[in-house]
């Protein structure tokens, strides 16, 4: 079966290693799939949040009454997020079973996990960057010296893109003054500088 664009998707954000792990849920349902296995201190499902809004709650594995973990998670809404979905960002205990586990919840719970670069590709179908900067991404990821690093984030941050707008406009200001020296070259009327 082939991926949509509109399905609900959900990874492990974040490497090895640390004491917090970061799972990233995209997608129209991001919100309802969290509130099946999410629990917040307040009671407020996250459906009802506004964006921009950190929750602290609990990880529950409704079908046992497990609690997996105590939790933050935090509300971006369309289009003001990385992908330009709905999203969540799960921050948990960066222990390999609570990440599998919270990410095990999420696909029952209605999400598929998502491919490599498939939050990065959503950014980039949304217009939220360019073909640079979605290769940029990588870059950073990749990056392992203060040179490459800076390359990558100059890159990201529309470098390269800015670059590019800046010569198309000199190139089409330049085609502008060698359009009508063609036309009118043989009538001594001087449109460029030669």
């Known amino acids: ?19 917090i792990a970061l799972i990233r849920v995209s997608g129209n349902e991001a919100l309802a799939v969290c509130d099946k296995i999410f629990m917040a201190a307040d009671g407020n499902p996250l459906a ?18 497990e609690i ?3 939790v933050i998670a935090s509300v971006f809404r369309t289009p003001r997020s990385y992908t330009g979905e709905d999203m969540v960002e799960i921050s948990c205990h960066a222990s390999s079973y609570i990440k599998q586990r919270i990410l095990s919840l999420l696909i029952q719970s209605g999400a598929r996990h998502a491919q490599a670069g498939e939050f990065t590709v ?51 200001r330049l085609a502008s003054l060698l359009e009508p020296e063609l036309d009118f070259g043989e009538e001594d009327v001087f449109f460029a500088d030669r």
Request: hydrophobic share 40%; charged share 25%.
């Open 1 to 19: 079966m082939r991926p949509s664009d509109s399905d609900t998707i959900a990874a492990v954000a974040t490497g090895s290693g640390g004491a």
């Open 48 to 65: 009802v949040s506004e964006g921009y809004r950190m929750h602290f709650g609990t990880i529950i594995d409704k079908a046992s009454g």
């Open 68 to 70: 997996v973990d105590e």
């Open 122 to 172: 959503r950014a980039f179908l949304a217009g939220k960057m360019d073909l640079s900067q979605a290769e940029a991404v990588a870059d950073i990821i990749s990056s392992d010296d203060r040179a490459s690093h800076s390359i990558a984030i100059n890159q990201m941050r529309g470098g390269y893109s800015d670059e590019f707008v800046h010569l198309r406009s000199e190139l089409v």
